[in-house]
């Protein structure tokens, strides 16, 4: 429903513009581009028409305000006056008052989840929705409040112990598929977080500690009883009488998708070139997170630019493809790497390569579609990867080969724009030499006459001939990312094929 209020944002030609599902673009008039917005909203005017008053919104209130001169939207339980911001939206006016007097949650999710909302609109921030009572009853959700949960109904519950020197926090998920990924842990500035992911749903414990800890946190997960156990050590050998005062959702167990994107600082802390345009970033999660991405989920890096918070999305890779020729240069669990393209006129890129090492920025928990799962008693794995749509192949055909037994081959068909542009060629073509079950052809759309290579776009013909079953009915996943019409091109042509629906895996911003 938001969006970055720039004219050209996303520009023509952005890969985020056709992500986003062709939505219609309107002219903005003269004077109403993103640092227009800035400066109204730095110029000290009352853009709530409350005279920087908050208040307690009530669902009877909301729906009242829903014209365009007096338009409220309630995003993740924040209401907005939106009115002033309707003739700098690039997505126009309509688009806004889709959302008008109503909650807007999944209107936004949808369109735009990386929009940091909250910066640009927080002048226009009216206060929070009005609170129904909550239906906990010892700290157990009630069975009403988890009805939408998957087939078998779950309700997660906490419990801590202490010895003199540790405080161990147990939660009981009851769950079977839960693992050390499910898990995600921070602490910082006496504020402890723990969440874990259950299918679609999320627990979370969130409190303000009653004594200080140490930085370095264990968690253990009993994978067949669900079972998480997370140790933290205390700075002072004293007895805790509790744990801590409860905040904002603390013991709650909600859709994932609307607990909101959750970050912590992260260090830069080496950038190395991959390509003429494109860089291995290596980041260090802080000392007190637990926090592994899942093999095809993304996170959102976010960085302040001109005064504006801009969130993008990107996949974590690793180190190398070849991990077994070389150790590891940093331990894995605490070093997420990411392989990042700089597009000069873009938004986030050029301010995100102008970081020195030892920079700081903030970095989202996971999201995504790919389970694990989609991989088990796999015979075959077909990679169809554009550009940057590399990214979430890295982990992916490194995972598969390493665990899937059942897997004879995988093969990857890279397309790219010209030799200069794919990224690991080397890694690849090693790769390749020394696992006889994997194989990668490079495509080029603007090949030199010297490429003897495959060229040109993705089409039928060039599919046909590469996604072909190497035994008739073996089990296949085909993995498809890149430009967002590549990867729509290529689900269209694989279903032309006959492909079903389980079989094809596309990777998109949700
Ligand atoms: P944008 O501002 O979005 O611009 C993108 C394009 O528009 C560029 O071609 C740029 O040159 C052009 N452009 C921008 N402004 C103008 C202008 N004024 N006039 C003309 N042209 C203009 N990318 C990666 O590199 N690695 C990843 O691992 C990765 N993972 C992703 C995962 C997901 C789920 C998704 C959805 C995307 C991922 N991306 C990844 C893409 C990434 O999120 C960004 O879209 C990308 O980095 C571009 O961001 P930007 O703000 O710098 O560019
Ligand atoms: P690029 O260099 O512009 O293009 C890579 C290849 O894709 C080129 O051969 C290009 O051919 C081809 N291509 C581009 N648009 C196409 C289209 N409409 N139809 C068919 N082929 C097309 O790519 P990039 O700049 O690296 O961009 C990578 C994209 O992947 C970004 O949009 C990024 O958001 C996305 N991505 C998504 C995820 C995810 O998880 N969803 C992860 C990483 C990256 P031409 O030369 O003919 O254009």
Same mark, same amino acid.
């Given at each position: 429903?938001?969006?970055?209020?720039?004219?050209?944002?996303?520009?023509?030609?952005?890969?985020?513009?056709?992500?986003?599902?062709?939505?219609?673009?309107?002219? +903005?008039?003269?004077?109403?581009?993103?640092?227009?917005?800035?400066?109204?909203?730095?110029?000290?005017?009352?853009?709530?028409?409350?005279?920087?008053?908050?208040?307690?919104?009530?669902?009877?209130?909301?729906?009242?305000?829903?014209?365009?001169?007096?338009?409220?939207?309630?995003?993740?339980?924040?209401?907005?006056?939106?009115?002033? #911001?309707?003739?700098?939206?690039? %997505? %126009?006016?309509?688009?806004?008052?889709?959302?008008?007097?109503?909650?807007?949650?999944?209107?936004?999710?949808?369109?735009?989840?990386?929009?940091?909302?909250?910066?640009?609109?927080?002048?226009?921030?009216?206060?929070?929705?009005?609170?129904?009572?909550?239906?906990? *009853?010892?700290?157990?959700? @009630?069975?009403?409040? *988890?009805?939408?949960?998957?087939?078998?109904?779950?309700?997660?519950?906490?419990?801590?112990?202490?010895?003199?020197?540790?405080?161990?926090?147990?939660?009981?998920?009851?769950?079977?598929?839960?693992?050390?990924?499910?898990? &995600?842990? /921070?602490?910082?500035?006496?504020?402890?977080?723990?969440?874990?992911?259950?299918? /679609?749903?999320? #627990? @979370?414990?969130?409190?303000?500690?009653?004594?200080?800890?140490?930085?370095? &946190?264990?968690?253990? *997960?009993?994978?067949?009883?669900?079972?998480?156990?997370?140790? @933290?050590?205390?700075?002072?050998?004293?007895?805790?009488?509790?744990?801590?005062?409860?905040?904002?959702?603390?013991?709650?167990?909600?859709? #994932?998708?609307? $607990?909101?994107?959750?970050?912590?600082?992260?260090?830069?802390?080496?950038?190395?070139?991959?390509?003429?345009?494109?860089?291995?970033?290596?980041?260090?999660?802080?000392?007190?997170?637990?926090?592994?991405?899942?093999?095809?989920?993304?996170?959102?890096?976010?960085?302040?630019?001109?005064?504006?918070?801009?969130?993008?999305?990107?996949?974590?890779?690793?180190?190398?493809?070849?991990?077994?020729?070389?150790?590891?240069?940093?331990?894995?669990? !605490?070093?997420?790497?990411?392989?990042?393209?700089?597009?000069?006129?873009?938004?986030?890129?050029?301010?995100?390569?102008?970081?020195?090492?030892?920079?700081?920025?903030?970095?989202?928990?996971? =999201?995504?579609?790919?389970?694990?799962?989609?991989?088990?008693?796999?015979?075959?794995?077909? +990679?169809?990867?554009?550009?940057?749509?590399?990214?979430?192949?890295?982990?992916?055909?490194?995972?598969?080969?390493?665990?899937? $037994?059942?897997?004879?081959?995988?093969? @990857?068909?890279?397309?790219?724009? $010209?030799? %200069?542009?794919?990224?690991?060629?080397?890694?690849?073509?090693?790769?390749?030499?020394?696992?006889?079950?994997?194989?990668?052809?490079?495509?080029?759309?603007?090949?030199?006459?010297?490429?003897?290579?495959?060229?040109?776009?993705?089409?039928?013909?060039?599919?046909?001939?590469?996604? !072909?079953?190497?035994? =008739? /009915?073996?089990? *296949?996943?085909?993995?498809?990312?890149?430009?967002?019409?590549?990867?729509?091109?290529?689900?269209?042509?694989? !279903?032309?094929?006959?492909?079903?629906?389980?079989?094809?895996?596309?990777?998109?911003? #949700?």
């Amino acid at each position: 429903m938001l969006n970055v209020p720039s004219q050209a944002f996303p520009a023509p030609s952005s890969q985020q513009r056709a992500a986003s599902g062709g939505r219609s673009k309107v002219p +903005l008039k003269q004077g109403r581009s993103l640092m227009d917005w800035i400066r109204l909203t730095k110029s000290g005017k009352d853009l709530t028409g409350l005279k920087g008053r908050l208040i307690e919104v009530t669902e009877e209130e909301l729906i009242k305000h829903n014209k365009k001169d007096d338009c409220w939207v309630c995003i993740r339980g924040l209401v907005y006056n939106v009115s002033p #911001y309707m003739e700098y939206h690039p %997505g %126009g006016e309509d688009e806004l008052m889709r959302a008008a007097g109503s909650d807007g949650t999944d209107l936004f999710d949808q369109v735009h989840r990386w929009v940091n909302y909250e910066s640009m609109l927080k002048e226009c921030l009216v206060g929070r929705m009005a609170v129904k009572p909550v239906a906990v *009853v010892k700290g157990i959700l @009630l069975k009403s409040q *988890v009805s939408d949960l998957p087939a078998k109904e779950i309700s997660p519950s906490y419990d801590w112990f202490q010895t003199e020197s540790l405080v161990t926090v147990v939660i009981y998920t009851k769950q079977k598929d839960v693992d050390s990924e499910s898990v &995600i842990v /921070d602490y910082q500035d006496g504020s402890f977080r723990a969440e874990v992911v259950i299918k /679609d749903h999320s #627990y @979370l414990l969130h409190t303000e500690l009653s004594h200080e800890i140490q930085e370095d &946190i264990t968690v253990r *997960v009993a994978e067949k009883t669900g079972k998480v156990e997370i140790v @933290l050590k205390k700075k002072d050998n004293v007895s805790w009488t509790y744990l801590g005062h409860p905040l904002e959702n603390h013991n709650s167990f909600t859709a #994932y998708r609307e $607990t909101g994107l959750y970050y912590r600082k992260c260090q830069l802390i080496s950038k190395v070139d991959v390509t003429h345009d494109t860089k291995l970033y290596c980041m260090m999660l802080p000392p007190a997170t637990h926090l592994q991405v899942p093999i095809g989920q993304h996170v959102y890096l976010k960085q302040t630019v001109a005064g504006t918070e801009i969130a993008k999305p990107y996949t974590p890779v690793l180190e190398s493809l070849n991990s077994d020729l070389q150790e590891p240069l940093h331990p894995p669990d !605490k070093y997420i790497y990411f392989m990042i393209k700089l597009y000069h006129t873009g938004h986030f890129t050029p301010h995100f390569d102008c970081l020195q090492i030892g920079d700081y920025v903030s970095l989202s928990s996971p =999201e995504g579609n790919f389970k694990k799962s989609q991989l088990q008693e796999l015979e075959e794995l077909f +990679l169809l990867a554009a550009g940057t749509g590399f990214t979430p192949m890295v982990k992916l055909l490194n995972y598969a080969l390493t665990n899937i $037994t059942s897997l004879r081959k995988v093969k @990857l068909m890279f397309f790219n724009k $010209t030799e %200069g542009d794919i990224l690991w060629r080397n890694q690849l073509e090693q790769l390749a030499d020394k696992e006889r079950r994997f194989e990668v052809e490079f495509v080029l759309s603007e090949p030199t006459c010297e490429w003897t290579g495959k060229q040109g776009r993705i089409s039928l013909p060039l599919l046909s001939e590469f996604v !072909k079953r190497s035994v =008739e /009915d073996s089990r *296949v996943l085909i993995c498809i990312c890149g430009p967002a019409p590549f990867t729509e091109q290529g689900i269209r042509l694989l !279903k032309d094929l006959n492909f079903s629906q389980e079989e094809i895996h596309g990777f998109t911003a #949700y």
